[in-house]
């Protein structure tokens, strides 16, 4: 009995093994399967991915590539710089910030996390949310977004800010 299962298992594999030769492994495109594993390490090393993928290469169809000067984040930090600071991504496009309440009105909170969308100075390339925190006691307090004119002062602060930015970038690359 258990040679029999040997060697169905033995013929399995020497049948999947056979099947699962997706071509020339070196250099030479004869059909030439190469033994040395040495050579055989070298050519997936210098193929790349390996078995976990591309890790670490850039996918340039799934993320917004900014550049070093990118104007719209420059004058995100800006025109916010007064919020505290929790996260600021750059290659993943967005910046959180914390909560932040004015003396005037210390049971009320702000909270703004802006999205980079795209690497063009537009209002479309920019996405502001913004939520309020009320506070009646430590233990009791409500969350909800605050209205759409907010977000869009924000944007629009922002997008002004960026456009005098580029403006005088412009002017100092002239010179």
Same mark, same amino acid.
């Given at each position: 009995?258990i ?6 298992? =033995? ?7 056979c099947?699962? #030769?997706?071509?020339?492994v070196? &250099? $030479? &495109? &004869? +059909?030439?399967? &190469?033994p040395?594993?040495? #050579? ?6 210098d193929?790349?991915? !390996? *078995?976990?993928?591309?890790i +670490? @290469? $850039? ?13 719209l984040? @420059? ?9 505290? =600071?929790? #996260?600021?991504?750059y290659? +993943? !496009? *967005? %910046? *959180?910030y914390?909560?932040?309440s004015?003396?005037e $009105?210390p049971?009320?909170? %702000? ?7 795209? #690497?063009? =100075?537009?209002?479309?390339? *920019? ?5 309020? @925190? ?18 869009n ?11 005098? =930015?580029k %403006?005088?970038?412009?002017? @100092?690359?002239?010179?």
């Amino acid at each position: 009995m258990i040679k029999k299962l040997v060697t169905v298992t =033995l013929v399995l594999l020497n049948l999947i093994s056979c099947s699962s #030769n997706k071509g020339p492994v070196s &250099d $030479k &495109d &004869d +059909g030439y399967w &190469d033994p040395n594993l040495k #050579n055989k390490i070298e050519k997936a090393r210098d193929a790349g991915g !390996g *078995i976990f993928g591309n890790i +670490g @290469k $850039k996918d340039t169809n799934t993320s917004v590539d900014f550049a070093k000067s990118n104007v719209l984040w @420059k004058s995100t930090l800006k025109s916010l710089e007064f919020l505290p =600071l929790i #996260n600021a991504d750059y290659s +993943g !496009g *967005i %910046i *959180i910030y914390d909560w932040y309440s004015i003396t005037e $009105k210390p049971k009320e909170q %702000i909270k703004v996390t802006v999205q980079f969308l795209d #690497n063009e =100075l537009r209002t479309e390339s *920019i996405k502001v949310i913004a939520h309020k @925190k009320i506070c009646e006691n430590i233990n009791n307090c409500s969350n909800s977004l605050v209205d759409e004119d907010f977000s869009n002062s924000i944007k629009s602060s922002i997008i002004s800010s960026a456009r005098i =930015l580029k %403006i005088e970038e412009a002017k @100092k690359d002239k010179k």
